[in-house]
């Protein structure tokens, strides 16, 4: 057995749902995450990691890092040997690979995501699901995640960024999902989810990792290439690209 063996009632919540909220699957503390990635967002643009920035009305803040087990060993024993990869194993029904990894730091002042599934842009993969990991307490007016539950069987409307497209935001029933720092949210790929932007006066840092079923290969390596090359094109946006589809609604700086 597992040493953190889902129960029946878990497992149909997420099939039937789309997602499930664990609160108390960590061993590490609230202090020993955030350490974590206060560690990581220090290290500067100076690396192999991607930093990306966005500018707010305080300024310029650093609004994503990605790509940066390689350099971590906390991030590493965080994100591919405990609990989340373990759960995420049995969500997938079979052991989980890790795709990607981000944190979204939504400092104060940062920008929200626009109503999409992740599913678009994640190539190379079919099934795969995502955990958003809360490092500071998560609420409505900091921007919390809102999720629609049900709508992960098929691929819904896009606009021209790969976002939903606004008929199908119209009639989804969204869901905040406040999470307290430390606790984790799985959500299948399909799952249609949004955040609003942080109106408040503290910081809004969540961890991100993505894991596809072994059946599919180890396509870590694939996916950042794959980002590097979409990214060496030249953007004259306004907004801040953060991700293969137009999901991030922060200004460029
Ligand atoms: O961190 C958030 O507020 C939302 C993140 C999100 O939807 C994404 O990165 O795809």
Redesign the pocket.
């Known amino acids: 057995m597992a040493k953190h063996d889902l129960t029946p009632e878990q497992l149909v919540h997420y099939e039937v749902n789309g997602w499930l909220l664990l609160d108390g699957l960590l061993e590490k503390s609230q202090q020993e995450l955030q350490n974590i990635v206060s560690t990581v967002a220090s290290w500067g643009d100076d690396g192999a990691w991607l930093n990306h920035y966005e500018m707010t009305d305080f300024g310029k803040k650093l609004a994503r890092t990605e790509n940066f087990t390689p350099y971590s060993s906390d991030m590493r024993s965080l994100l591919r040997e405990g609990a989340i990869s373990d759960v995420a194993s049995q969500l997938l029904g079979e052991e989980a690979l890790l795709y990607k990894e981000k944190i ?1 730091y ?1 400092l104060v002042g940062g920008a ?2 626009a109503p999409h599934q ?1 599913k678009p842009a994640y190539p190379f993969v079919d099934q795969v699901l995502s955990v958003m990991v809360a490092i500071d307490d998560a609420t409505i007016e900091n ?1 919390c ?1 809102y999720v629609v539950s049900g709508r992960h069987q098929v691929l819904l409307d896009q606009d021209e960024r790969g976002c939903l497209a606004a008929h199908v935001v119209k009639e989804l029933d969204w869901q905040p999902m406040e999470l307290r720092a430390g606790a984790t949210l799985f959500f299948h790929a399909l799952t249609p ?1 949004r ?1 609003g932007p942080n109106n408040s006066k503290r910081d809004r840092r ?1 961890l ?1 990792p993505t894991y596809n079923g072994v059946s599919e290969g180890d396509l870590r390596e694939a996916y950042y290439a794959a980002k590097g090359e979409a990214f060496s094109a030249v953007s004259s946006d306004d907004r801040v690209r953060l ?1 293969l589809i137009g ?1 991030f609604e922060g200004r460029a700086v």
């Open positions: 979204n939504k929200g995501f992740d921007g995640l989810h955040s969540a991100y991700s999901d």
